[in-house]
């Protein structure tokens, strides 16, 4: 019966003449291209594939997202970020099946398929996930009580490689088919790290470690995990409520809150890094430096800048071989992200001129269309 429906549902899909190709500077403008194909029935309303080509695997939720919100349409479109746009549409059952296709460097989850539950957490509405793993246990994202749960498959796997078979077997063994959407940001061809340089002569980005990194529990009976979510949460939230004071008046001399170990820890922060500011003549961005911390939870962010010669390799070898062994995607989502610094600046114009040309080498595809020339244009 569902096999039945399953096909029914392939049969009434529209078909573009060519895949779109849709080019954005931010990586979560990517999902209103995804949105546009389902209303207008080129993409099934729910169980598409995403198969997700980036140094990071953007698979984070808001903490503060409502599950209702996932589930709104285009008004999610306004909430996400970058870090955190694809749980959501899977929250709402637009994707089955998310997969991340890693380079060597970016490391966040651990290669295999999972299934993962989402869904709204019964006491507040927000959004929360069953998964014990660290990238989410981390955030206090965890929760096994949800309600309006939706079930997705996600699979990690490496993919750079020239090694013809290998990649070919990968590809395989991925078993992608239609319909999909290929998402494919530049940072996977080389990645930065924006805030590596930021106060790097105090070694800045290290010692945010010590005060936004967690001592995970060394068992994962969900009991363990729950105590733990609940600590986190309000470390999480603590560390919040601290930064916004600072960036509102660039000291704690009026901060209201309890003397906590996290409190002292950033009192020490906030005294090492003024000073170095002022040595440089220059005003803390106190809201980049949480954002910042953020990213510092579990060892902080990938970082690699590849050589002209490895991304050359990478897209017209590897990249080529690997989309040769696929069928055809639905449409083509690509993104720039160097605006913020994650794919470097002086190198982001010839990875997109080269994955363009790949993708248009084995694909139909159409022109593509460079939103991040007309930022006003995008949702």
């Not at 998310?98 to 709204?120: E, N, S, Y």
């Not at 906030?270 to 220059?282: D, F, I, P, S």
């Amino acid at each position: 019966m569902n096999d039945h429906t399953d096909l029914n549902k392939k049969e009434t899909l529209k078909r573009f003449k060519k895949i779109p190709v849709h080019v954005v500077e931010e990586h979560n403008d990517a999902l209103q291209f995804i949105y546009s194909a389902i209303g207008g029935k080129k993409l099934p309303t729910e169980g598409t594939t995403l198969l997700h080509l980036d140094a990071h695997p953007d698979m984070l939720i808001d903490r503060k997202l409502k599950g209702r919100e996932a589930r709104s349409g285009r008004k999610l479109l306004p909430l996400l970020q970058i870090e955190n746009w694809i749980v959501p549409a899977a929250a709402a059952g637009h994707l089955g099946r998310v997969v991340w296709l890693r380079p060597p460097w970016a490391k966040q989850f651990t290669d295999g398929t999972r299934v993962i539950h989402v869904g709204d957490h019964p006491a507040t509405g927000l959004l929360r996930i069953d998964s014990k793993e660290p990238y989410y246990l981390s955030d206090a994202l965890y929760s096994t009580k949800l309600l309006n749960e939706k079930a997705f498959t996600f699979t990690v796997a490496e993919l750079l490689d020239v090694d013809e078979d290998r990649i070919n077997k990968l590809a395989l063994n991925l078993g992608i088919s239609q319909p999909y959407v290929l998402d494919i940001d530049l940072d996977f061809f080389s990645t930065g790290n924006p805030f590596l340089n930021l106060f790097e002569e105090i070694g800045l980005y290290d010692r945010l470690e010590t005060i936004f990194s967690s001592n995970l529990p060394s068992v994962c009976d969900v009991k363990t995990l729950e105590e733990y979510t609940e600590i986190r949460e309000s470390e999480l939230q603590e560390l919040e409520n601290i930064f916004v004071h600072l960036e509102k008046f660039g000291d704690l001399s009026l901060y209201k809150g309890s003397n906590t170990d996290i409190y002292k820890k950033v009192c020490d922060l906030v005294k090492v890094v003024t000073a170095e500011a002022n040595r440089l003549g220059q005003t803390p961005d106190w809201w980049m430096i949480y954002a910042a911390g953020c990213t510092r939870d579990q060892g902080g962010l990938p970082y690699h800048i590849s050589t002209e010669e490895q991304i050359e390799t990478a897209i017209k070898k590897t990249l080529k071989q690997f989309l040769h062994n696929l069928p055809p995607p639905v449409l083509i989502t690509v993104a720039r992200s160097t605006d913020d610094g994650y794919c470097p600046s002086d190198q982001v114009d010839l990875i997109q001129c080269l994955v363009l040309e790949t993708v248009k080498d084995v694909f139909e595809t159409d022109e593509p269309n460079l939103h991040y020339l007309n930022t006003s244009n995008q949702a």
